[in-house]
């Protein structure tokens, strides 16, 4: 199979060049086309019913709301987790679904299930709402409205009716949110004494308003040969027409509505603020992105729709960008290209200086684009998008490994051969078919090497296995491009060399040639040294820790600030101003945007108590406050606790916030998470493991969930008395509903847009003294005080309860600074199970980032010597003897050291791209043995003495070695001296390839044959007459 497609490569090599310009231009075209971002989409599968419940406590919101949609929901196909938070007047229920269902089906799975639990639901709560459709990247664009002559209602009315419907028609735009400002509303504002003057009651006044607002239907009218619809239009659309409302006629006059109220264009009751540069109140907006969208492609068509709304908005109004993604993305697209540049320009350069012709490197390199574009073509059908992983992490060396070992047998066979066209191509027919199974050997080595990123589940999962799939298919292309499209080229372009190329080598091979005997003399210190060196590096290595991914940069900062849950909002305005004073006095610092609250229409369970902080950044490079993010992190935090009191402050990104809390729940590195039935008890014990951890190196932001604090004013009418008085209960608490919120009444249209119309009746002062002078109206037409029939308790009930898997929990959370992961997490497991006891049917659970780490270290501690078994076994296959299979695979630890000694070099920790490099460099370990055990046994076979044998075994495959060696390491140099947008990620994964292939290369140089010679005795030595395995490098002779 394989000799026939080279030579129906080699004989139509001219329509193999075309072919191939064919597919670099498609694959160019793919590229186009691929989706782009910056990090891969590591959200979960998950559907958020939010469910507003006016005048319920948090207790209530559990008992009435939370608890039986919790029991409605679970049990449904595909569930993986259920996560709640009940606060006042909204209820937040989070369904997370396993990986791989269709977030399409889950929406309608949660859809159905809400509807059927309805009808358990209290007839007074709002109808429940499925959150958008977004993910942990989806949101992707904040602005603000500002005018220096525009009032914040006018501005909050742009926003509502002429920005954010134009943003919502973007395609890829799922929702735009938003908050600040003052929301229009009509309001009627009642007079209890001019209404009791006229006889009137609240209950006739609202039942009035009612039915004065509404367009009924008269059916229809004929008319000759027509027919006319009829219809009755009473619709409100001014604050006359509300006022002119007809009450009752008194001695002959009609009583408006005017008379016993004051109509106005007042503003809803607000449940957040925003403020931005410390300056005064703005209006802000935050576009989130549909799920799956190519989010470069989106921010940039928001970015011009953005550009044509500002064009026809009135003077002085101005849409402003706080965060904009695209800044993110291009950052790391550059760092992506430009590695990816550098990569392939040391390729060229290693094998010109290696192989010592510029038409053979150019045809290697050619390899690159080929390969790339086949593994373009697979990440569209495998659905990966363009990031940081899925592109940031290929190996330009491992693409070209196929055409170096081709290249270099046919430099081998036919050096100083001078032949025609046509006899080169019949020539390179039968050296190409020597070696072309061997290079599948080879390629088949480096992609099994990768299964154990494919295994991945979860979070990880969801970050690598895109790499996974990139390199797998970059793999596949450099495969066919070996296979089909090499012959082709080396036909057409690559004539033999006149005299050996790359002779700088030659002292070098001298050199080699007489250093290989004194290492297989010295075999056993030299194999004692080396396990010497491996012990030695692996426990100083362990020693440094493990993170799970190392921090990314995101350009952008959040600070997440908590106060106490009893603040108002005025007061929360007046603290926000002062903390972003603070803030804009560092020059690394543009911009503030300061959102505390939710808005009018709750789409996240969040209070008064919560803000978050956006901030833009200064490239890192003009930085003169602090050297990195970490520390400009503890130097904000302290500042902003030290002048602002009642404050906690959280440092963190834009994405890493959004993911940290789409995936756990929690916006923090690591969640301690306490569970259990009683609150009093999970908060003491929350308090113990807090006190225990906080001494702790290495512990940033340290944060005891609010669950208690809430301070409640609970009006409960007294039914004896309510009868006494003649006062009924929806009276009573319809006095309680206008006081602040207001009863609705309809819709005031303007046009096309609409707006909220309420009646309130607000006490004689904005205080809970007052509430008890509010009069509640009696069956005869008298006014009692809401005191006299009902009393108003203070009291102080929960924050917040949260619930997961239908179990309460409070969470300690932690986020780390300086210090590595797994050690602290060590350290702090140590302090609870020391420090606290736990209560009896109490349990502690260890969440975020430490559980995504710990479930994959198991499952790559299964799934790596699966898969070394699997090399063993091709290992096997190949050379037919267990002894070979087994000194080739006897390198592979020692190739670690390199590893190891480099991330200690570069204090670097543990984590899962530094794993994903040592996998790869296992890879190349087992491929560069191949090819000198091969040429080892290719020796034997020829009847060489066995000392002779090894030593021309090996320095006949130097060349090989250093050359694949040197391209695989150089060939991610750049990567590993990366200093761009998301190089943080790629650095550990470059350094362990790069130390480890240069540690890999020695010891396959001079610790393989000192192993070979133990592991084959030649009088024991069994030669297979014939074997159909692939022999790499026997061709060289």
């Known amino acids: 199979m394989l000799g026939a497609l080279i030579d129906i490569s080699i004989r139509l090599r001219y329509l193999m060049a075309g072919l191939l310009a064919a597919l670099l231009v498609a694959g160019a075209i793919a590229a186009k086309n691929l989706p782009i971002d910056a990090l891969p989409d590591i959200s979960t599968i998950q559907v958020t019913v939010i469910t507003e419940a006016p005048g319920m406590s948090a207790l209530e919101v559990e008992r009435n709301v939370t608890f039986p949609m919790e029991n409605a929901l679970n049990g449904v196909p595909g569930l993986d987790e259920l996560r709640s938070v009940s606060r006042a007047d909204i209820s937040s229920i989070t369904v997370v679904f396993r990986d791989g269902t269709d977030p399409w089906f889950a929406r309608q799975l949660v859809f159905e299930r809400m509807m059927q639990a309805r009808g358990d639901l209290p007839a007074t709560i709002n109808t429940p709402i499925l959150a958008p459709l977004s993910t942990g990247l989806g949101e992707i664009f904040q602005f603000v409205v500002r005018s220096p002559v525009h009032t914040r209602k006018q501005l909050r009315t742009m926003l509502e009716w002429e920005i954010v419907p134009r943003l919502r028609g973007v395609p890829g735009v799922i929702e735009v949110n938003s908050i600040g400002g003052d929301l229009k509303q009509y309001q009627v504002i009642v007079q209890p004494d001019r209404l009791a003057a006229y006889g009137l009651t609240i209950r006739e006044l609202s039942d009035t308003l009612i039915g004065s607002n509404a367009i009924v239907s008269g059916g229809y009218i004929d008319r000759t040969a027509e027919s006319f ?127 010592g012709t510029v038409r053979g490197a150019l045809v290697c390199v050619l390899g690159i684009p080929a390969s790339m574009s086949v593994a373009l073509f697979g990440m569209h059908w495998a659905g990966v998008a363009g990031d940081l992983m899925s592109l940031g992490a290929i190996d330009f060396g491992f693409l070209v490994d196929g055409p ?20 080169r191509a019949q020539a390179y027919n039968a050296a190409i078919g020597a070696v072309m199974r061997p290079v599948a050997f080879a390629v088949a080595i480096i992609m099994l090497v990768y299964i154990p990123l494919l295994s991945l589940e979860g979070v990880e999962g969801r970050l690598f296995k895109p790499m996974a799939t990139t390199m797998a298919f970059a793999l596949l292309g450099a495969l066919v491009y070996s296979v089909v499209f090499l012959p082709a080229l080396l036909a057409l372009f690559v004539p033999p060399l006149k005299k050996e190329g790359a002779r700088w080598l030659n002292p070098i091979a001298r050199g080699y040639k007489r250093a290989v005997p004194h290492a297989i003399r010295l075999r056993w210190p030299l194999i004692l040294g080396a396990a010497a060196a491996l012990f030695v590096s692996g426990y100083i290595f362990k020693e440094k820790g493990a993170d799970f991914v190392p921090r990314i940069d995101e350009g952008d900062m959040v600070v997440s600030i908590r106060r106490p849950p009893s603040i108002n909002l005025e007061e929360a305005k007046r603290l926000d101003y002062q903390t972003q004073k603070i803030l804009l006095k560092y020059p690394e610092i543009l911009k503030t945007l300061t959102m505390t609250g939710r808005a009018e229409v709750a789409i996240e369970p969040v209070g008064k108590d919560r803000t978050e902080i956006s901030i833009p950044l200064l490239p890192k490079d003009q930085w003169t406050t602090a050297h990195d993010l970490d520390e400009l992190s503890v130097i904000l935090k302290n500042d902003i606790e030290s002048q602002v009191p009642g404050t906690f402050v959280a440092v963190s990104q834009p994405i890493e916030d959004r993911n940290n809390e789409i995936i756990s729940g929690s916006r923090a590195d690591i969640q301690i998470v306490v569970a259990g039935d009683d609150l009093l008890e999970l908060k003491n014990l929350a308090d113990k493991i807090a006190n225990a951890v906080r001494p702790i190196e290495g512990t940033g932001d340290l944060r005891v969930e609010q669950v208690l604090g809430m301070p409640e004013l609970t009006v409960r009418p007294d039914r004896a ?113 020391e420090k606290v006891e736990i209560t009896p049917g109490y349990k502690v659970e260890w969440a975020g980032q430490f559980e995504n780490f710990e479930r994959a270290s198991k499952r790559l501690a299964v799934v790596v010597p699966i898969c070394l078994m699997l090399i063993f076994g091709m290992l096997l296959w190949n050379f037919g003897d267990i002894r070979y299979a087994t000194a080739v695979f006897a390198i592979v630890p020692f190739a670690l050291i390199g590893g190891f000694v480099g991330l200690i070099i570069r204090d670097m920790a543990f984590s899962i791209p530094a794993a994903v490099g040592f996998i790869a460099l296992a890879g190349v370990a087992v491929l560069n043995g191949v090819v000198m055990a091969n040429d080892v046994r290719h020796a034997l076979d020829e009847g060489h003495p066995f000392d002779k044998a090894l030593v021309k075994g090996a320095v006949h495959t130097m060349r090989a070695v250093l050359t694949t060696g040197a391209v695989a390491a150089l060939g991610f140099l750049p990567m590993a001296l990366a200093t761009g947008a998301g190089s943080e990620v790629q650095r550990p994964l470059a350094t362990t390839v790069v130390f480890g292939i240069g540690a890999s290369t020695l010891m396959t140089m001079f610790l393989l044959p000192a192993i070979l010679k133990m592991t084959l005795r030649r009088e024991q030595r069994v030669v297979p007459e014939s074997s159909d395995a692939p022999q790499l490098g026997a061709e060289r002779s």
Do not use: C
């Open 229 to 355: 619809t009829l219809r009755a239009v009473g619709t409100f659309t001014s604050i006359e027409d509300i006022g002119n409302v007809v009450l009752k006629v008194s001695d002959g006059q009609p009583v408006l509505v005017r008379h016993v109220a004051e109509v106005r264009d007042g503003s809803a009751l607000r449940h957040g603020v925003v403020t931005f540069n410390g300056e005064d109140e703005a209006v802000a907006g935050i576009i989130m992105m549909l799920l799956g969208s190519n989010s470069r492609d989106v921010i940039y068509a928001v970015k011009d729709r953005v550009a044509e709304i500002q064009a026809d908005l009135p003077a002085g109004v101005v849409i402003e960008a706080v965060y904009d993604r695209a800044n993110f993305v291009e950052r790391t697209l550059a760092t992506v290209l430009k590695n990816l540049a550098e990569g392939a320009a040391v390729v060229f350069i290693v094998l010109v200086l290696f192989l």
């Open 404 to 423: 170096i070992v081709v290249l270099e047998a046919l430099i081998a066979t036919f050096v100083g051969q001078q032949m025609s066209r046509e006899e």
């Open 721 to 833: 008395r309510l009868a006494r008085y003649g006062v009924s209960m929806q009276d009573a608490l319809l006095a309680i509903e206008t006081a602040r919120v207001g009863k609705t009444f309809g819709l005031v249209y303007e046009g096309i847009r609409r707006f909220d119309a309420r009646l309130l009746i607000p006490p004689r002062a904005p205080v809970p003294e007052a509430l008890g002078d509010l009069f509640v109206e009696t069956v005869d037409g008298h006014r009692v005080p809401l005191s006299e029939v009902a009393s108003i308790v203070e009291a102080e009930g929960p924050a917040q309860i949260r619930r997961k898997n239908r179990i309460r929990v409070v969470r300690v959370e932690v986020n780390l600074r300086g210090r590595d992961l797994l050690s602290w997490v060590n350290d702090a497991q140590a302090a609870v199970a």
